[in-house]
């Protein structure tokens, strides 16, 4: 069993910045990917970026250049620093581990961004 622990997020005006934190408990594979997801209200749940456990990326159109994730494997933790965020990006972000053989997601953390 996983648990995933999510901090961070809150409410900016729009061009501020936030950070949000996602810390990884349990029997964790070595082999894994850290992402963060987010949802919109009415929306689907989409893939905001990921890492792998060897420091591969990928970020989405929507957030590339604004947006950076980052890991410490040490930790089993996951960052998401989020600059010029803008009222697109208000929606609930969850932290979400990939193993070979399963995967878990964090309860979620508000962000709003107002105009």
């Known amino acids: 069993q996983v648990h995933l622990a999510e901090s961070g997020g809150g409410s900016v005006q729009a061009g501020g910045s936030l950070g949000l934190s996602c810390a990884a408990s349990g029997t964790i594979n070595s082999n894994n990917r850290m992402a963060w997801y987010r949802q919109a209200p009415g929306k689907q749940r989409a893939l905001v970026a990921s890492i792998t456990s060897g420091g591969i990326t990928y970020y989405a159109d929507f957030v590339r250049g604004r947006f950076t994730i980052s890991l410490d494997n040490a930790k089993h933790a996951v960052y998401l620093q989020m600059n010029s965020l803008q009222p697109d990006d208000t929606a609930v972000y969850y932290c979400?581990?990939?193993?070979?053989?399963?995967?878990?997601w964090g309860q979620g953390t508000q962000v709003t961004v107002s105009s």
């Open positions: 979400h581990i990939q193993f070979p053989a399963g995967n878990y």
